[in-house]
């Protein structure tokens, strides 16, 4: 039995997201458009130390053009966290899976409560991307130690649905 495909990517973009957390952003190495994914889907990164992990995608679906995903530098990794932050730069290709989803959406639902603490927000981000996108009502709360090491912030901040957004601090 095999697993899913794999596809070569470029890390366009590395940027510090908050204290100890990266985004990566992925295009494909041609510079066509990647496999679609759905709210909720993450990929398998294939790492310069061997190792693989996976990770969600936090971009909105929509978009074919790039995968953004957050990584977390763990002060207990076992090597995956602590490749992200040291190995990947700006210009490294990269192997990674097709996307795929074990934690989808429901699209029954009436109204979406997206709950999130820490890195936990990635694929939330997505979910509150389609959801602005197709009308789906929301509210997005995200929990983290403070505003310091919350990735995102920003891009939430500067989002059309900044307003059903909401952040938690520990300190306050």
């Known amino acids: 039995m095999s697993g899913p495909a794999t596809l070569q990517v470029r890390v366009a973009a590395k940027r510090t997201e908050a204290q100890d957390i990266c985004s990566l952003e992925l295009v494909a190495t041609d510079g066509g458009a990647l496999p679609a994914f759905t709210a909720g889907a993450h990929i398998d990164v294939h790492l ?10 936090s971009n909105a679906p929509s978009e074919t053009n790039r995968y953004v995903i957050g990584v977390l530098r763990d002060a207990a990794s076992r090597g995956g966290s602590t490749a992200v932050h040291d190995l990947v730069a700006e210009g490294s290709t990269l192997t ?16 979406h409560l997206l709950l999130a603490g820490g890195i936990g927000i ?30 995102f912030v920003e891009r939430l901040a500067a989002a059309p649905f900044a307003a059903h957004a909401h952040h938690h601090f520990d300190d306050g």
């Open 122 to 151: 990635t694929p939330m981000l997505a979910m509150a991307e389609h959801l602005a996108a197709t009308g789906g009502a929301f509210t997005l709360h995200h929990c983290s130690r403070s505003q310091a090491r919350t990735a």
């Open 48 to 57: 310069p130390n061997g190792l693989m992990r996976q990770y969600s995608l």
């Open 96 to 111: 990674i899976s097709t996307p795929r989803n074990l934690f989808p959406l429901d699209s029954a639902a009436p109204h």
